[in-house]
């Protein structure tokens, strides 16, 4: 047993201090990035992600933000992609697991295209687990690495440098970050495991950097504050989920309580919900570790997308970053002890 005693943070215990500023207006602001792989492949876009989950990483969703230049990793249970002209937008990430039916899956997806088909047919392959520090994993993404050298790997969930760097060198090109601080994932609480978010970005960037590779920021925003606070900290992407749940883009249908109050359902990848949909139920030898909840009904997605890339460009003028890759120069972080919103829309 060991103790760590040196202070984590998460996004609420920080506020991003403003100094001095030259830019007179948030349209100055370029949110926009240019990202350089190893596979001699670029991407232009603003790297703010909707997350691989049932509910937000849809057809849909994709196709909306994708018209403010966005980038949506989709639900591994959606089989269309293949045959779906949409999916050649390079604003989409296919995402799969690292279960039998994933590599039967992938492996089938290859074999119905010819090589230059599949090697153009989708920049992002997304491979998702919960808990991506088992050696099974790092080997998983060095044989996708050796069998696609062509595509750009996002690999997570882990939270420490050492496993950043991992991932790194067994082929990802971005490392997802988080364990434990999505608003329906309940592993802090079910398996004592997790890392504060905002300190798991800080030290996972700086490792990730070190190489040449790519953090995303995954879990713990639910404020546009946050946002710009995980850019602020390091992260070259921020993937949402529950800040994205609850409209017309996301899967599911609009229901109307007794009290008139209309809501969509918004379950983690780890819930009973998930497990029963798509494994027949939760396996006798592990837990759920997810929630299922009711999200107000918000409407179209765009209005949403609008605040977070307005605070996020708030963020930038109060601290002088004329663009985004450049916020985590400009940020410094304040430590404070008063709870921040915990619902994005809180006044």
């Given at each position: 047993?060991?103790?760590?005693?040196?202070?984590?943070?998460?996004?609420?215990?920080?506020?991003?201090?403003?100094?001095?500023?030259?830019?007179?207006?948030?349209?100055?602001v370029n949110l926009e990035r240019t990202f350089y792989f190893r596979n001699h492949k670029d991407w232009t876009g603003v790297?703010?992600?909707?997350?691989?989950?049932?509910?937000?990483?849809?057809?849909?969703?994709?196709?909306?933000?994708?018209?403010?230049?966005?980038?949506?990793?989709?639900?591994?249970?959606?089989?269309?992609?293949?045959?779906?002209?949409?999916?050649?937008?390079?604003?989409?990430?296919?995402?799969?697991?690292?279960?039998?039916?994933?590599?039967?899956?992938?492996?089938?997806?290859?074999?119905?295209?010819?090589?230059?088909?599949?090697?153009?047919?989708?920049?992002?392959?997304?491979?998702?687990?919960?808990?991506?520090?088992?050696?099974?994993?790092?080997?998983?993404?060095?044989?996708?690495?050796?069998?696609?050298?062509?595509?750009?790997?996002?690999?997570?969930?882990?939270?420490?440098?050492?496993?950043?760097?991992?991932?790194?060198?067994?082929?990802?090109?971005?490392?997802?970050?988080?364990?434990?601080?999505?608003?329906?994932?309940?592993?802090?609480?079910?398996?004592?495991?997790?890392?504060?978010?905002?300190?798991?970005?800080?030290?996972?960037?700086?490792?990730?950097?070190?190489?040449?590779?790519?953090?995303?920021?995954?879990?713990?925003?639910?404020?546009?504050?946050?946002?710009?606070?995980?850019?602020?900290?390091?992260?070259?992407?921020?993937?949402?989920?529950?800040?994205?749940?609850?409209?017309?883009?996301?899967?599911?249908?609009?229901?109307?309580?007794?009290?008139?109050?209309?809501?969509?359902?918004?379950?983690?990848?780890?819930?009973?919900?998930?497990?029963?949909?798509?494994?027949?139920?939760?396996?006798?030898?592990?837990?759920?570790?997810?929630?299922?909840?009711?999200?107000?009904?918000?409407?179209?997605?765009?209005?949403?997308?609008?605040?977070?890339?307005?605070?996020?460009?708030?963020?930038?003028?109060?601290?002088?970053?004329?663009?985004?890759?450049?916020?985590?120069?400009?940020?410094?972080?304040?430590?404070?002890?008063?709870?921040?919103?915990?619902?994005?829309?809180?006044?």
């Amino acid at each position: 047993m060991k103790i760590l005693d040196d202070v984590k943070l998460d996004y609420s215990d920080v506020l991003i201090r403003p100094k001095r500023s030259i830019l007179t207006s948030r349209k100055e602001v370029n949110l926009e990035r240019t990202f350089y792989f190893r596979n001699h492949k670029d991407w232009t876009g603003v790297p703010i992600a909707a997350a691989n989950m049932d509910t937000i990483g849809t057809i849909e969703m994709a196709r909306e933000l994708s018209k403010h230049n966005m980038l949506t990793c989709l639900s591994k249970h959606i089989e269309s992609w293949e045959t779906d002209k949409d999916f050649y937008d390079r604003n989409m990430a296919v995402t799969f697991g690292m279960g039998q039916a994933d590599e039967e899956r992938l492996l089938s997806a290859a074999g119905k295209m010819t090589t230059s088909e599949w090697m153009g047919h989708k920049d992002f392959i997304c491979i998702d687990v919960a808990n991506g520090y088992s050696q099974r994993f790092v080997d998983y993404i060095k044989n996708i690495r050796d069998n696609w050298p062509e595509k750009i790997i996002i690999a997570g969930n882990v939270v420490t440098a050492e496993m950043t760097e991992a991932l790194y060198l067994a082929g990802a090109d971005i490392v997802k970050v988080g364990i434990g601080p999505g608003s329906v994932c309940t592993t802090r609480k079910v398996a004592g495991v997790g890392y504060p978010q905002l300190s798991a970005v800080i030290e996972c960037a700086d490792a990730a950097h070190g190489l040449g590779g790519y953090i995303m920021a995954d879990g713990g925003c639910v404020s546009p504050g946050d946002v710009s606070k995980a850019f602020g900290a390091g992260a070259d992407f921020v993937m949402l989920g529950g800040m994205l749940a609850g409209h017309d883009e996301c899967a599911g249908d609009i229901v109307t309580d007794e009290q008139g109050t209309s809501h969509k359902v918004f379950y983690g990848m780890s819930s009973t919900t998930a497990m029963e949909k798509h494994s027949g139920g939760v396996a006798t030898y592990r837990a759920s570790e997810g929630k299922t909840v009711k999200v107000p009904y918000r409407g179209p997605v765009c209005d949403t997308i609008q605040q977070i890339l307005g605070g996020v460009r708030s963020a930038c003028t109060y601290t002088g970053a004329r663009v985004i890759k450049q916020l985590p120069k400009c940020t410094t972080f304040v430590r404070c002890n008063r709870q921040l919103n915990t619902v994005f829309g809180d006044s």
